[in-house]
């Protein structure tokens, strides 16, 4: 008969193995790969440390400092596994050095150097080197721990597809020397701009999917969230990491109310605001005070500075157009793109009026800057149909149609061309004056996009 | 590790640029040369004459053919090249950000592949034999 006592020792074993697993398994392969040097090998010995603790841990007890005792096991069975091969397949380089690894000294564990590599998993993984696709997969799948369906899935991919742009970019890590560690002082703005946008780019992909029926991917928003919470936690003084956060937080409060039940958008005007999610509202209005109070700020702490005051307003008609107009012109400065002024146009046309926007907007377009982005014909749309002029309305929101490719999006421009049509000249006006606004203001996406 | 950084750029621009612009860009080119010969980081490196200049051969079936060009189809040609050494990809970035070229055209960073030792003893002894 089993002894109860020992059967509750091993659950609990099992369960801490379990609870571990979840919490420091992407940190313990930051680490091997620092002390592997590669990271296939790395993986390996991470499932290979595990087993062990399956094993060991219900036998001998949860060890005192897991990670430490994981890196270590992981370690061993590197150095056992090459020696294993090196039976078979003497004099080859990579099994030599790994020969050489068991008469260094003990790894350094403890929880700083820890931190450290997950930064350096981190940085590899965002290199400016890598193209963003590429980027992106390599950070879900190393850092996120999802695994290649799961990303494949969230980008309408193939894991077929998604595996080979790994394979590719690990042997671009290897091939090309791009090393496993923190950018010096000098190389940080621009290669923690290049981990920012990685997460802009999950964020934005999880928050407005490019096609498919959902609006809203929220696995892929929170991987976002969690990481950039993780980076501010271990960079505190990175203005830009705190106005990324809150950017992301304040876009995420809204996430209830920017479809119906049926799938179906909700424009920012008419969301119930009640619905909002106030603790990250809260969240991010106080990242953005900090933010903005950094000696230098950057495009993301201005744009969330927009999102904040869409927040604050008590209904849409209140919002602070003028205090927003005046922050896209900022964000001109910083980090122009036709996508801000865009953005801009459809500020000022609610702080001037509809024709003042229009002007602008056309004035964009007729550059031939935003030509394919149906975003700025159906933002022309709405000032057409506020302005009382059906016709132009409806041809440009079939242009908006025949560009878009999210099926929510394609389905609201559809109904709102049959509104057009189904109503009377009088009415056309009202249909605009009903619905002051583009789509979300989460429209950058273009501007920092420029890489895809 | 080696790195060779190709520079790219339209050739046509040292013909329509004035005289004092291009003496500055030759200098900033010396004062590259010198600052990373000394480091030992520069390894080697020459300017290129412009593609009218070139000739592109082929072997096809045992026979040569051997051709004028290319000619440039792009906006930029290859116009020199510089073989460094470097401890790793970040540091090739930062010394190819400071080639002059990089102001007006584009590098190209490209890892030097390492044919191991044993591979080329191989091939020797295989022809050694042969």
């Known amino acids: 008969m089993p002894d109860p006592e020992v059967d509750d020792a091993s659950t609990q074993a099992r369960d801490a193995v379990e609870r571990v697993f979840r919490t420091e398994s992407r940190r313990v392969l930051a680490t091997l790969i620092r002390l592997l040097g590669d990271f296939d090998l790395a993986e390996e010995a991470l499932h290979d440390a595990f087993a062990a603790a399956v094993q060991q841990w219900p036998e001998k007890g949860v060890p005192a400092n897991p990670r430490a005792w994981l890196v270590s096991a992981g370690r061993f069975k590197a150095v056992d596994q090459a020696r294993r091969r090196a039976k078979h397949d003497a004099g080859r380089d990579a099994i030599v050095d790994a020969f050489d690894l068991r008469n260094t000294p003990p790894p350094d564990v403890d929880d700083e150097s820890l931190d450290d590599d997950w930064l350096r998993l981190i940085f590899t993984c965002c290199h400016p080197a890598l193209s963003d696709d590429a980027r992106i997969a390599l950070t879900l799948r ?117 479809t119906t039940a049926q799938g179906d958008l909700v424009l920012l ?23 903005l109070r950094a000696p230098r700020y950057g495009s993301y702490a201005v744009q969330a500075a927009i999102a904040a005051l869409h927040a604050q307003a008590p209904t849409a008609a209140e919002t602070d157009w003028s205090e927003i107009a005046g922050l896209y012109d900022v964000l001109l400065e910083i980090d122009a793109s036709p996508v801000v002024e865009l953005n801009r146009a459809v500020a000022i046309a609610m702080r001037d009026g509809a024709a003042a926007g229009l002007t602008l907007v056309d004035a964009i377009v007729a550059r031939g800057a935003l030509e394919n982005y149906h975003l700025a014909h159906a933002a022309r749309a709405d000032l057409l149909a506020r302005l009382g002029q059906r016709d132009g309305a409806v041809s440009a929101y079939e242009r908006a149609l025949a560009l878009a490719s999210q099926a929510p999006e394609r389905r609201f421009i559809e109904r709102r061309i049959g509104e057009l049509r189904g109503c009377g000249d009088a009415a056309v006006r009202d249909i605009g004056s009903v619905t002051p606004r583009t789509t979300d203001p989460f429209l950058q996406r273009g501007s920092r996009d420029r890489g895809r | 590790m080696k790195y060779l950084c190709l520079i790219y750029e339209d050739e046509t621009f040292w013909a329509k640029t004035p005289k004092p612009e291009l003496d500055a860009i030759m200098s900033d080119y010396r004062a590259f040369g010198t600052t990373y010969k000394a480091s ?63 102001k007006t055209g584009s590098v190209e960073v490209r890892p030097i592949m390492e044919i191991p030792s044993s591979v080329l003893s191989e091939s020797a002894e295989s022809v050694l034999s042969a």
């Open chain 1, 269 to 291: 005007a008419d969301q119930d605001r009640r619905l909002w999610d106030h603790g990250e509202i809260e969240e991010g209005l106080a990242l953005v005070r900090q933010a």
């Open chain 2, 40 to 102: 030992g980081n520069v390894l080697g490196g020459n300017a290129l004459q412009p593609t009218t200049t070139a000739t592109t051969v082929r072997v096809r079936n045992g026979k040569m053919s051997t051709t004028d060009g290319p000619f440039a189809e792009t906006r930029e040609q290859l116009g020199g090249y510089y073989m460094l050494e470097a401890k790793d990809l970040n540091e090739a970035i930062q010394i190819a950000a400071k080639i002059p070229g990089a």
């Open chain 1, 142 to 258: 190393e850092v996120c721990d999802l695994t290649t369906e799961q990303v494949a899935r969230a980008f309408l991919s193939t894991p077929p597809t998604i595996a080979q742009r790994i394979v590719r970019a690990k042997a671009k890590i290897r091939d090309a020397g791009i090393p496993y560690a923190i950018p010096t002082r000098a190389d940080m703005p621009e290669r923690l701009d290049a981990v920012l946008h990685v997460l802009y780019l999950v964020f934005s992909e999880g928050y407005s999917a490019t096609s498919g029926d959902a609006v809203v991917r929220s696995d892929l928003t929170r991987e976002a969230i969690r990481l950039a919470r993780l980076l501010l936690d271990l960079m505190p003084d990175e203005g830009e990491i705190r106005g990324l956060l809150a950017l992301m937080l304040l876009h995420d409060s809204r996430r209830e109310t920017r």
